[in-house]
Each structure stands twice: as structure tokens, then as C-alpha cells.
């Protein structure tokens, strides 16, 4: 491992290896498969785990692994997205040399808007060269993980790749929307297929792919001239996975770097924990699995924090204590500012100032911040949006029909509620 040559705010030392990277993220998914959830906002800016975004996931790795050059590529709806990261990650140094800067698309070159991922890479080639990193870090900026990246480029360095292509085992039932590799024995890729509809299995585990995470490590000079050579290319969809990594497998040296050698684990944590929470059922599942016991992605992790905008709000609220109506929270995360009064919340995820009223009875719910749950109200297996008003006394979970028929209903039973669909109830 390369020699510390710093020590962070979080007490982490920096290496030499990140110290001379730079990140940089992609966040300009539209987020289609969370449907109304996504309207408003880009998927990276979603709200998760109580008080967090998505975007402070792959940001809090970064931070956390040491390196604290980082771009934010936008390009959908993005004004959420930049508030958040203008009031939560401004506090890095800038006379040292640190940023975290969101780039709108800019139409640097050319007449076109961003065609792929890669091409987004290209027409921002001018900020990056300036600030001379030696590694460039390619991050996807919607999922949910903690990892150390500076693992990731002890290897890249160490096996002299082109490019280091994180990946980690999926279900190959749930493979198709990921990029699929086939690896030899000393971890190199002998062959990459973005999106298969029917994913090739890993050697031996019939029902087991190997995808890629979207997190890409180069050489910066080499990225340079490969972004230069894709865009010259008329055939290139100017596409990271469709194009870039497929090119470098037929012509040059990518390794796969496996997740579980640069997870971030917690005592007694077994399993690599990573989730695309890009679905409403992923999303909901992946925010009420921090109501277990022992969660499988800890929050409370001091050696590796989960950095974000902290709002000042008042401790959360349980009021009134009378049989039937009690203020009580039981396997649930219950966020500042909330008021629980009288009302029963179970297995469910409340975020800031969420105000619960009597007799409401709230369960496997994901609501997000600043809603009003109505007297009597029953919600069940739900996503409630931002700044919802429940009405006294609504139902939703007990009759699929009915959910369907008013909101967002998925097949398994998840139902998402935004202000439009309950102003047309009001309607």
C-alpha cells in the first residue's frame, strides 16, 4: 500500500493514490423506474435513508477514501441536486486544492447535449486537465455502498491496466440492466456485454453473473485519448459501457476489481452490501432494511460516515399516552423534527418534520420529508413524497383495487403517493 501522507477530518489517512485521483461522478440519470418519485428531481438527488440523498453515498466514499477532487456531471433536473450539494459539501478547502463542483451540461463542444456517458466525460476534459490527477475515477452516482476506492487503485496500479472495472456477483435473474463481463483466472476481462437480455453465468454458478458497478478506474492519459478516439468514431454511441470498456477488453488490459476486496464492512457484517435502489420496490425494500435489528448497511458507522446536508431541526416527538392513542415508534427509524401524536408507527422510516396525527397508524412505510398524516389514517406498504397531506382518515394497502385505481400501485404491492395524486382525490 502506498505510504500516508495525510490524515483526514474523519481521522483516515490519505495516500499518495488518492490524493492524485480525481472523481468523477455521473448524475444525470432521469430515474424513469421510480415514475413519479423522480419527477421533480434526478435519481442521485432522491432522498434515503432518513436524512440523506443517494448522492451522498458515492460522495462519502470519496471523501472518506481520501479523495477530495470531485465533479458532479448533471444533467436532468438537476436543481435539487445542486442545492443539496451547495449546502451539504461546500465545507472542503479550496486553497488545498479540494472541491466538489456540479457541471451542468454545458454544450462545450459542439451543438449536441451529452450523447452517453462518455461523451459527457469528453466535453469536460478542460476542467479536469487543469487540476493534473494522475488517476481519473469514473463513479456512478446512484447507488447505494460503502467502499474504499483507494483498494481499487492499489490494484489498478499494481496489475498496470487500462482501465479497473468494479463488479460484484448478482442474480443473473437480475443482471440484464447491468454490464456483464467474463473474467480469466488472474482477473482479467476476456469479454464485456452491456445490458444482455439474457446474462451469461459465471464459470460454475449457473445463476450467478458478474456485473459491473459502473465505477471505472484510468490512467488519466490513457482516458484522454481514448475519450478522443470514441469521438471521432461515427458507429460510437459514446457510451462508457457500450462503447469505451468493450473497446479497451478487444484491444488493451481491463482488470475487474471484485467488490468484496474494497467493501467497507462493520463488525459481524458478512455479506458486500450494494444495492440500485433504481425501482420502487428496490427503494422502498432498501430504505425499511435499515429498520432491522442489525442492518446490513450501518449508518451509525463512525470510522466511515455517511456525510450530508444536516439540517437543524428539533429532536423527533412522541406525544399523548392514553389506550388507542399513544405517540409510540417500534422497529423504526424516526428522523429530527418528526412529531408522532398518537399515532402507531411500525417497521417504517419517517424523514425530517414528518407530523403524524392521532389514531394514524403507519406501517412498512418509506415517508419522505415534510408530510402531514391525517387523524385515523391507515397507510400500508407505501412511498409517500415530499410534502404530502394525507387526508384524515385514508386508507391505503388493505384494498389493491382501490390503490391502484388512485396511485402508483407495483406488482408486489407498494404503493407510491405524491401531492398530484392526492390532489385529484381532492378533486
Partial sequence: MAKPSARTSSGRYVSRLTSGALAVIMAGGRGERLHALTEHRCKPATPFGGKFRII???????????????????QYKGQSLIQHVQRGWSYLRGEFGEFVDVVPAQQQIG?????????????????IRPHRPKHVLVLAGDHIYKMDYERMLKQHVEQKADVTIGCLEMPRAESSAFGIMHVDDNGIVQAFLEKPADPPPMPGKPDVSLASMGIYVFDTQFLFDELRRDANDPNSSHDFGKDI????????????HHFSRS??????QAAS????????????????????IVPQLDLYDRNWPIWTFAEISPPAKFVHDQDGRRGQATSSLVS???????????????????????????EN??????????????????????????????????????DAARFRRTESGISLITKAMIDRLDG
Fill in 263 to 268: 467493501c467497507v464492512r462493520t463488525s459481524g
Fill in 336 to 362: 429530527g423534527g418528526c412529531i408522532v401524536s398518537g399515532a402507531t408507527v411500525r417497521q417504517s422510516l419517517l424523514f425530517t418534520r414528518v407530523h403524524a396525527h392521532s389514531y394514524a397508524e403507519i
Fill in 273 to 292: 452490501y450494494w444495492r440500485d435502489v433504481g425501482t420502487l420496490d428496490a427503494y422502498w425494500a432498501a430504505n425499511l432494511d435499515l429498520t432491522d
Fill in 245 to 256: 470498456i468493450p473497446y479497451i477488453v478487444q484491444h488493451g488490459s481491463a482488470v475487474a
Fill in 56 to 74: 451522498d453515498f458515492p460522495l462519502s466514499n470519496c471523501v472518506n477514501s481520501g479523495i477530495r477532487q470531485i465533479f458532479i456531471m448533471t
Fill in 111 to 127: 451543438e449536441h447535449w451529452y450523447r452517453g456517458t462518455a461523451d459527457c466525460v469528453y466535453q469536460n476534459l478542460d476542467l
Fill in 365 to 402: 412505510a418509506v415517508v419522505l420529508p415534510d408530510v402531514d398524516i391525517g387523524r385515523g389514517a391507515r397507510l400500508k406498504n407505501v412511498i409517500v413524497d415530499r410534502g404530502v397531506r394525507i387526508p384524515a382518515g385514508l386508507v391505503v394497502g388493505e384494498e389493491p383495487d382501490i
